[in-house]
């Protein structure tokens, strides 16, 4: 059953629904977009950290947009698509995706996304991400949505299985690493440390440099 917006909450996320139909006009009509914010709140309803639920509506619901128009071929970015996946989108898949977009500095696009998403991101790979630069606070966990797969050009899975999906025509890649899921900090630098090895390697052969 599709989720609307009712009207009170239509009207807090006004702002929201302003700024995509600006984005994406011509693209979706608001109708489409009011959809989408309306599934993203119904995602978001119960984080952990409700000071950031706007934000996270309309962050999640922009990038399905996004990854909507590209599958579609409304836009083309130009650049190899790359879909990070794990299970809860707390831990491998985010580091994997703040690792590539960090030295790919636009020449890739990145997006991350689990299967069962957690309500937040591990707090020790929070901190061994902070410990090399790199600022995990305002990301959040994002379940896994056809847009976003239809959209990749290659799907790297982590630990997954068959909740990872097939789509025809897709590379995928499975990266077997250990979970940090209840890991201390300790632990998880080197599943990171790994982690940057092989994105570099993806890196460099996605982009030749």
């Known amino acids: 059953m599709t989720v609307a917006l009712d009207p009170l909450t239509r009207s807090r996320l006004a702002p929201e629904i302003d700024a995509l139909a600006k984005e994406f006009d011509g693209t979706f009509g608001v109708e489409t977009i009011e959809r ?11 984080a952990k950290v409700q000071a950031f639920l706007p934000i996270f509506v309309r962050r999640f619901a922009r990038d399905r947009l996004q990854a909507l128009a590209q599958s579609t071929g409304a836009i083309v970015t130009g650049v190899p698509e ?15 995706a703040a690792l590539l977009a960090h030295h790919a500095q636009g020449r890739v696009n990145v997006r991350s996304a689990g299967s069962a998403p957690a309500r937040e ?8 991400m902070a410990e090399i630069g790199l600022d995990l606070t305002t990301e959040f966990p994002k379940p896994l949505t056809d847009e976003f797969a239809r959209a990749a050009d290659v799907l ?4 997954c299985g068959d909740a990872c999906p097939v789509y025809p025509g897709k590379r995928y890649l499975d990266w077997e690493l250990p979970d940090p899921a209840g890991q201390g900090v300790d632990d998880v630098r080197p599943i990171r440390d790994e982690i ?14």
């Not at 989408?36 to 119960?46: K, N, Q």
């Open 36 to 46: 989408y914010l309306a599934e993203s709140l119904d995602h978001f309803g119960d």
């Open 82 to 96: 790359v879909l990070f996946v794990c299970v809860h989108n707390a831990g491998r898949s985010q580091m994997a």
């Open 121 to 128: 991101i591990n707090a020790a790979v929070v901190a061994a």
């Open 196 to 209: 940057e090895q092989r994105v570099l390697a993806l890196l460099t052969e996605l982009t030749g440099t």
């Open 156 to 159: 790297v899975t982590m630990g």
